[in-house]
């Protein structure tokens, strides 16, 4: 990642497969970086394959840098509840095992108590039917996906699944957050 100032924040974000949140993150204003990886497993430099056997604990991450004064973490974790659904364990859409969970990692003590606020306030107003069962957690043992994975979807948009699963995130963050967009 790029060296910034020390006015930015760093928070990672689970919800499914890395390149439908990529496509949406390096979209919103105030986002300065974002990179897909690897989180909160026990491998030491985990691969895509060794990821996807499900038996690393790693779950498919975006990482990002993102500077609050244009834009808060409860708006980057709004964001996040609307591009994915955060009440299916393990899954996301047909993509299933534990590297797909719901997860928020935060990397500063308010960056959790944010986002313990809005899923308790999400759980109170019945936002989902079913319960959220996003983790909140300290990042842990994180590590860049390969070259391949990154900015998978703006060098793959005609791609199958990026046409069929990341470009309709993409679409909903663009009409529900389009004061949000970069311009």
């Not at 990642?1 to 390096?26: N, R």
């Not at 394959?49 to 604990?57: A, P, S």
């Not at 994915?84 to 959790?112: A, C, K, M, V």
Request: hydrophobic content about 35%; proline content about 5%.
């Amino acid at each position: 990642m790029t060296a910034f100032p020390h006015s930015v924040q760093t928070i990672t974000l689970g919800g499914g497969c890395f390149w439908c949140t990529e496509a949406v993150y390096v979209q919103v204003r105030g986002v300065l970086d974002v990179e897909s990886g690897y989180s909160n497993g026990h491998l030491q430099h985990p691969s895509y394959e060794d990821v996807c056997t499900g038996t690393t604990g790693h779950n498919e991450v975006v990482r990002m840098v993102y500077d609050p004064s244009q834009i808060s973490t409860r708006e980057v974790l709004e964001i996040f509840f609307v591009i994915h659904d955060p009440t299916t364990l393990n899954r996301q859409g047909n993509d299933t095992g534990t590297q797909y969970r719901s997860g928020i990692y935060f990397s500063t003590p308010e960056q959790e108590i944010v986002a313990r606020e809005i899923i308790a306030e999400m759980a109170a107003s019945g936002t989902y039917s079913r319960a959220i069962v996003t983790e909140v957690l300290p990042l842990a043992n994180y590590w860049p996906a390969e070259d391949y994975h990154q900015d998978f979807f703006a060098r793959n948009p005609h791609q199958g699944y990026c046409m069929a699963v990341a470009a309709p995130k993409v679409a909903k963050f663009r009409k529900t957050f389009s004061r949000l967009q970069k311009t």
